[in-house]
């Protein structure tokens, strides 16, 4: 035992070579400081593209496995369309469609957004650079005062005043959020000049892009009565497309500003404590959040039991509301209590348990954030303090106390930049959203204006899937001939397998049938609304055929644009039309007294309010003779006018050379036409010469007799009770 004993200590190393050891590790990891520290930034470097590609892979792996899941039975609708909405998500998709929106809204390198985005960015750098000589300013002060130096010390605040001058325009120009820095706080919570100049013009640049397509081609009607994938094109316009430019640039100042002052204030700081001790408590900080995570407790899961455990709780009272009648019956309310009281007790231990558990948490998240990160951070702005760092030298206390107070601002502000940074990630979401409503619209549009449609169709249609994918011939030319065309529903049922018909110049065509036998179906092939499923269509160009519902649109504008509606004043002016020639087009119609009011020609109303069915009536005719089109297809656009203004208005159309196509029931309008289209109901139709004499004398004829045989039953009655 004495010779162990004596063996012991000389086999243990003293002090002095404990002190020799570390004296030889640390001068030789002086000397290749360098390469240590460039080693452990690339290390670092690889291991963040490493999560990234990991992160990025796992995103794949669920899209590949969303994708299976769709494509198993059950998970379409009957017309191929997903039956649940479509999961955004942050992946090659989203990339994509937001590269295709920002090609719109920064169209170009000379174009304002660019000049306005490269201004944003100048900005953000001068911001940021401020803050770190605010920073070094703070420090300087804080100096001045542990020193006693009055002088410097209201030196330095009058500087404090002159730099307040440039941060606050700085500040107002870009995104500010709340930060360390006072000058921040003077706009905090408030939107920058930039971001809202970009917001605008980015919803100004997409605003008309979407609003050239939508309105090219008559998309806008293709969009609502051809397709069922967009149901509300307004709000997408109108609201997303604002919230979508709203996102898109608060997200450049939010991942642009954290990200830069990350650079530049650890840049700072380890200049300033070495870039060993900031590793150091950035892999603290990383292990520390790692065993805080693992330890937190399944929160989401708990959140989900709890809401399950109040819906059997809901339930059981709405099942005591809609039983109430048989368990009073039964006397089984003692019952009923147990039940409902056993449901309640169940929620609220769960409830407590949740309680309990973030409790725990919470405490345990309050001390590693507030007081253990706070801890390494007073540590790693002690360092210039305790250790000499290359490059700086300190000179008492006032020294110290200036290099402690700038590195803590600077720590501060690169806290609040990496905060920042994590919670733009729910922003990043959202403009995912945004990014895939617009896109969508745009797509839609695209196949629309291809000649693809998507239609939830009636059961029969699929019985008629191969005209409903053919296509037919359209052909300009000076008059109206359909040959075997088939007219086909909304909702993809066929009308008529086969329309031929033809309407020259000066031949008026009068158009007859129930109601949904393709009459209308019929006016929008012609409008060019409608594709043509078969056949053959020649047609004249859309400005030569003017089509006239029974209750007319009116426009918002002024009374002289109604009568010229769609042209404008411009156009009006180009044709030679004067403010006369106008009233003289109103008193054929008869209604040359509607100019009569305050501001006359001028007056804006909301004229479907003002003007009466009749009145309205009469200034689509008004707008009919204005145009005076080759072609016009009236849709029982008289049926709230006297016959005496009807004959005027034919009379008129007649005179001014326009071929008349009219839908209407009256017998008054026979005499006005030469040729009759009559449909079924059923699938069949007549094309022929009209004969309104003959016609008429055959009506009264056919009512005459059903008088007859509506009184045949009475007869029959009558006889029997004279036979018996």
């Known amino acids: 035992m004495a010779i162990q004993s004596k063996i ?102 000379k174009s304002k957004e660019l000049r306005l985005l490269i201004s944003h960015s100048v900005f953000l750098v001068v911001r940021t650079l401020i803050s770190l000589y605010v920073a070094e300013l703070d420090g300087k002060l804080v100096s001045s005062l542990v020193r006693g130096k009055g002088k410097e010390f209201f030196k330095g605040i009058v500087w404090w005043m002159v730099v307040a001058i440039p941060a606050t325009f700085t500040n107002s120009m870009v995104s500010i959020t709340p930060h360390s820095s006072p000058y921040s706080s003077l706009t905090a919570r408030k939107l920058s000049y930039h971001q809202c100049k970009l917001a605008l013009q980015y919803r100004s640049r997409l605003t008309n892009y979407l609003h050239t397509r939508y309105l090219q081609n008559m998309t806008f009607y ?146 590693v954030i507030k007081y253990f990160w706070g801890a390494l951070g007073l540590m790693l702005c002690s360092v210039p303090v305790f250790f000499k760092v290359p490059g700086q030298t300190l000179h008492g206390m006032g020294d110290r106390t200036e290099s402690f107070v700038t590195n803590r601002r600077m720590l501060l502000s690169s806290s609040d930049a990496f905060g920042r940074l994590m919670f733009s990630y729910k922003e990043i979401t959202e403009l995912a959203g945004y990014t895939s409503r617009v896109s969508g619209l745009l797509s839609v549009m695209d196949s629309i204006q291809a000649g693809h449609f998507e239609k939830s169709l ?3 249609a699929s019985e008629n899937a191969a005209i409903l994918n053919s296509r037919g011939e359209i052909v300009e030319s000076g008059e109206i001939e359909f040959t075997d ?51 053959k269509v020649r047609k004249p160009p859309y400005g030569d055929i003017f089509y006239i519902p029974q209750r007319p649109y009116l426009s918002r504008g002024s009374l002289r644009q109604q009568i010229i509606y769609p042209d404008g004043i411009r156009e009006m002016r180009s044709k030679k039309v004067s403010d006369e020639d106008l009233l003289r087009i109103l008193s054929t119609v008869d209604i040359e007294s509607i100019v009569d009011r305050p501001h006359g020609w001028d007056a804006e109303e ?54 008349l196509m009219t839908v209407s029931h009256r017998r008054s309008l026979w005499r006005y036409h030469d040729d009759i289209l009559q449909f079924d109901g059923q699938g069949n139709y007549i094309f022929t010469e009209l004969d309104a004499e003959k016609r008429l004398q055959l009506e009264d004829e056919k009512e005459e007799l059903e008088l007859q045989l509506r009184a045949v039953p009475e007869i029959e009655r009558r006889l029997q009770e004279l036979t018996t």
């Not at 899941?69 to 017309?79: A, E, I, K, N």
């Open 222 to 367: 293709s969009l609502s009565a051809l397709d069922d994938r967009i149901k509300n094109a307004d709000q997408l316009i109108a609201v997303d497309v604002a919230r979508f430019s709203n996102s898109l640039a608060e997200l450049y100042s939010n991942l642009a500003k954290p990200i830069l002052d990350m650079v530049i204030y650890n840049y700072s700081l380890s200049r300033s404590v070495g870039g060993e001790g900031l590793f150091m408590m950035s892999l603290l900080v990383q292990v520390s959040a790692n065993v805080m995570r693992a330890l937190t407790p399944p929160f989401g899961k708990y959140v989900a039991e709890e809401a399950r455990l109040e819906g059997e709780f809901r339930f059981q009272h709405s099942r005591l509301i809609d039983n109430s009648e048989e368990i009073a019956l039964y006397h089984g309310h003692e019952t009923e209590k147990d039940t409902l009281d056993k449901g309640y007790f169940t929620l609220i231990k769960h409830v407590n348990r949740i309680l309990r558990r973030r409790l725990y948490h919470g405490v345990m998240e309050d001390f």
């Open 458 to 460: 009636v059961s029969s």
């Open 606 to 659: 909301e004229w479907r309010d003002v003007l009466s069915g009749g009145l309205q009536q009469r200034v689509a005719m008004a707008r009919l003779f204005y145009h005076r089109p080759k072609y016009a297809i009236l849709d029982e656009c008289t049926s709230s006018v006297t016959l005496e203004v009807e004959k005027a208005m034919y009379d008129q159309a007649k005179e001014l050379g326009i071929t």
């Open 485 to 535: 065309v088939p007219i086909v529903s909304p909702n993809g049922d066929v009308l008529v397998q086969k329309l031929s018909f033809s309407v020259s110049p000066g031949r008026h065509l009068l158009i007859v049938g129930p109601n949904g036998c393709g009459k209308s179906s019929l006016f929008r092939i012609l409008g060019g609304l409608w594709p043509v499923y078969g056949g």
């Open 8 to 109: 012991l200590p000389s086999a243990l190393p003293t002090e002095k070579s404990v002190k020799e050891l570390l004296s030889v590790l640390t001068d030789l990891y002086l000397k290749n400081r360098t390469k240590i520290s460039r080693a452990v930034y690339l290390s670092l470097f690889v291991a963040l593209i490493g999560r990234i590609y990991h992160a990025i892979s796992e995103q794949k792996a669920a899209s590949v496995h969303q994708t299976a899941l769709q494509q198993r039975p059950g998970t379409t609708s009957g017309d191929g369309g997903t039956t649940g909405r479509k999961r955004v998500e942050i992946n090659r998709e989203f990339f994509r469609n937001l590269l295709r929106l920002l090609k719109i809204v920064i169209p170009g390198w």
